[in-house]
T-cell receptor, first 114, second 113 residues
Framework: AQSVSQHNHHVILSEAASLELGCNYSYGGTVNLFWYVQYPGQHLQLLLKYFSGDPLVKGIKGFEAEFIKSKFSFNLRKPSVQWSDTAEYFCAVTPDTGRRALTFGSGTRLQVQP | NAGVTQTPKFRVLKTGQSMTLLCAQDMNHEYMYWYRQDPGMGLRLIHYSVGEGTTAKGEVPDGYNVSRLKKQNFLLGLESAAPSQTSVYFC????????????FGPGTRLTVT
């Protein structure tokens, strides 16, 4: 079974700081990778996704992520965060076959201070 | 086009009571999922369905049952609620096929006392 690790549980940044959230997964086959965001009191929204092709993917709101297959990683980045980025961020993977259910990491709570 | 909707939004149950959570989607998606979200644990899959009339267990199915009698609806039942089932429940749906993302509902916050 696959698993996902997010090593940063709580990150506090000042506005305009750069962000990088780590995500590592374990699975022996081909996976699809996602980052979801959950703003306070809201449901999950897709930030970006990787299925194949260019390992550097761009998402909404200036976020990007890089898939490094050799490291089983899919880290999320943003060059300059804003107060409105305060949210919880989840990395998720799904195998490229079967039920395609998502396996989520435990989440990273990002707090951006103005 | 409402996407994925869930009812109710909030519910408080006493231990031993039963209830059904309803998930509905209007996107003609084949696959539907129920997850629960607990602090520090991300979302975990309870049950899922790959089509009308079919359901299967996920990673944490104990204490829950599901039914998918219509393609657009996916029901999650708790026959005898326990405090350990206090959680936020999310439904999701997606089209069949590889290059497809899941769409999530707004969630149901359930408290079992």
């Amino acid at each position: 079974a696959q698993s996902v690790s997010q090593h940063n549980h709580h990150v506090i940044l000042s506005e305009a700081a750069s962000l990088e959230l780590g995500c590592n997964y374990s699975y022996g086959g081909t996976v699809n990778l996602f980052w979801y965001v959950q703003y306070p009191g809201q449901h999950l929204q897709l930030l970006l996704k990787y299925f194949s092709g260019d390992p550097l993917v761009k998402g909404i709101k200036g976020f990007e992520a890089e898939f490094i297959k050799s490291k089983f990683s899919f880290n999320l980045r943003k060059p300059s965060v804003q107060w409105s980025d305060t949210a919880e961020y989840f990395c998720a993977v799904t195998p490229d076959t079967g039920r395609r259910a998502l396996t989520f990491g435990s989440g990273t709570r990002l707090q951006v201070q103005p | 086009n409402a996407g994925v909707t869930q009812t109710p939004k909030f519910r408080v149950l006493k231990t031993g009571q039963s209830m059904t959570l309803l998930c509905a989607q209007d996107m003609n998606h084949e696959y539907m999922y129920w997850y629960r979200q607990d602090p520090g644990m991300g979302l975990r899959l309870i049950h899922y369905s790959v089509g009308e009339g079919t359901t299967a267990k996920g990673e944490v199915p104990d204490g829950y049952n599901v039914s998918r009698l219509k393609k657009q609806n996916f029901l999650l039942g708790l026959e005898s609620a326990a405090p350990s089932q206090t959680s936020v429940y999310f439904c999701a749906s997606k089209l069949a096929g590889a290059i497809r993302e899941q769409y999530f509902g707004p969630g149901t916050r359930l408290t079992v006392t």
